[in-house]
């Protein structure tokens, strides 16, 4: 049954760009393991793959898909565990998610592609690209994880009542508005099913936590880093560290923008993108 699944293709979404609509595909594909993974498919051209980060799905690109599949093939999967894809006996672990996240890759077809990640996603893309640069023309690090720090913002990462909730998501946005009722309610609904998926990750970084500061230099891929200036879950003095780490990388501070720079401002997250990313 889940083979069949290499060729199903769900309902389709409409994202408006300007006045043009773009097809944003519903797909999804099997791995070794037998895994589904569900993603977003949208435009043609070189491949640009974006992973979200903890807790999260594709959904956190929607507002970025439409205006970057006008340039490339935009292809955003639900991580095992998250949004649409099944949720497998694993760890969760970042080197998990970076191993699943090449049999995906491969399973696409491309033989290399420009990566996008945010927040965890990052640090997934990272590991992904340090262990197959060959695979990786430009890397993009949003607002990552991954590097050492002292202190954590008092939020629960993986919140067991509405009021954690609340005060994670007010965490994520520079604009508090956006957090609304119909917002928390949503998210609790989401964040509920994925609960294990989250402690999973949390609980293997205790052990096993692959962390970036030392492995920066290491990263010989053209890299972009975008960052919200109000960003206080991972603050902006995070994107000055990747920068210096990684030679020849470039850094866009994007104002009015927290944790989610993709979503409070999408125009100026696709414009760097797009300024960053040419056809290989």
Same mark, same amino acid.
């Given at each position: 049954?889940?083979?069949?699944?290499?060729?199903?293709?769900?309902?389709?979404?409409?994202?408006?760009?300007?006045s043009?609509?773009?097809?944003?595909?519903?797909?999804g594909?099997?791995?070794?393991?037998?895994t589904?993974?569900?993603?977003? #498919?949208?435009?043609?051209?070189?491949?640009?793959?974006?992973?979200?980060?903890?807790?999260?799905?594709?959904?956190?690109?929607? #507002?970025?898909?439409?205006?970057?599949?006008?340039?490339?093939?935009?292809?955003?999967?639900d991580?095992?565990?998250?949004?649409?894809?099944?949720?497998?006996?694993?760890?969760?672990?970042?080197?998990?998610?970076?191993a699943?996240l090449?049999?995906?890759?491969?399973?696409?077809?491309?033989?290399?592609?420009a990566?996008?990640?945010?927040?965890?996603?990052g640090?997934?893309?990272?590991?992904?690209?340090?262990?197959?640069?060959?695979?990786?023309s430009?890397?993009?690090?949003?607002?990552?994880?991954?590097?050492?720090?002292?202190?954590?913002?008092?939020?629960?990462?993986?919140?067991?009542t509405?009021?954690?909730?609340?005060?994670?998501?007010?965490?994520?946005?520079a604009d508090?508005?956006?957090v609304?009722?119909?917002?928390?309610?949503?998210?609790?609904?989401?964040?509920?099913?994925?609960?294990?998926?989250v402690?999973?990750?949390?609980?293997?970084?205790?052990?096993?936590?692959?962390?970036?500061?030392s492995?920066?230099?290491?990263?010989?891929?053209?890299?972009?880093?975008?960052?919200?200036k109000?960003?206080?879950?991972?603050?902006? #003095?995070?994107?000055?560290?990747?920068?210096?780490g990684?030679?020849?990388?470039?850094?866009?501070?994007?104002?009015?923008?927290g944790?989610?720079?993709?979503?409070?401002?999408?125009?100026a997250?696709?414009?760097?993108?797009?300024?960053?990313?040419?056809?290989?």
């Amino acid at each position: 049954m889940k083979k069949m699944l290499l060729f199903f293709c769900m309902i389709a979404v409409f994202t408006s760009c300007t006045s043009a609509k773009i097809d944003v595909r519903s797909k999804g594909v099997v791995l070794k393991d037998n895994t589904v993974v569900h993603y977003l #498919e949208a435009g043609q051209g070189p491949a640009l793959v974006l992973v979200h980060g903890l807790g999260s799905s594709s959904d956190v690109w929607s #507002e970025d898909i439409g205006i970057l599949a006008k340039t490339y093939r935009v292809i955003a999967p639900d991580l095992p565990g998250y949004g649409k894809s099944d949720r497998p006996r694993a760890d969760y672990s970042i080197d998990y998610q970076a191993a699943m996240l090449k049999e995906f890759i491969d399973a696409m077809g491309e033989s290399k592609v420009a990566i996008a990640g945010n927040s965890m996603g990052g640090w997934i893309a990272a590991v992904f690209t340090l262990n197959n640069p060959d695979k990786v023309s430009h890397l993009i690090l949003v607002d990552s994880a991954g590097l050492h720090r002292e202190t954590y913002p008092p939020v629960s990462l993986n919140p067991s009542t509405k009021e954690e909730l609340n005060t994670l998501l007010l965490a994520l946005y520079a604009d508090p508005s956006r957090v609304t009722e119909r917002m928390i309610n949503d998210q609790w609904e989401y964040r509920r099913d994925i609960r294990a998926t989250v402690q999973a990750t949390l609980d293997s970084l205790k052990t096993r936590m692959p962390l970036l500061d030392s492995r920066l230099t290491d990263i010989k891929v053209p890299t972009l880093i975008i960052w919200g200036k109000q960003d206080t879950l991972i603050p902006l #003095e995070f994107a000055g560290q990747f920068a210096k780490g990684i030679h020849g990388s470039r850094l866009v501070v994007i104002d009015k923008a927290g944790h989610l720079p993709q979503v409070e401002q999408p125009g100026a997250f696709c414009r760097a993108v797009k300024r960053f990313v040419r056809s290989w």
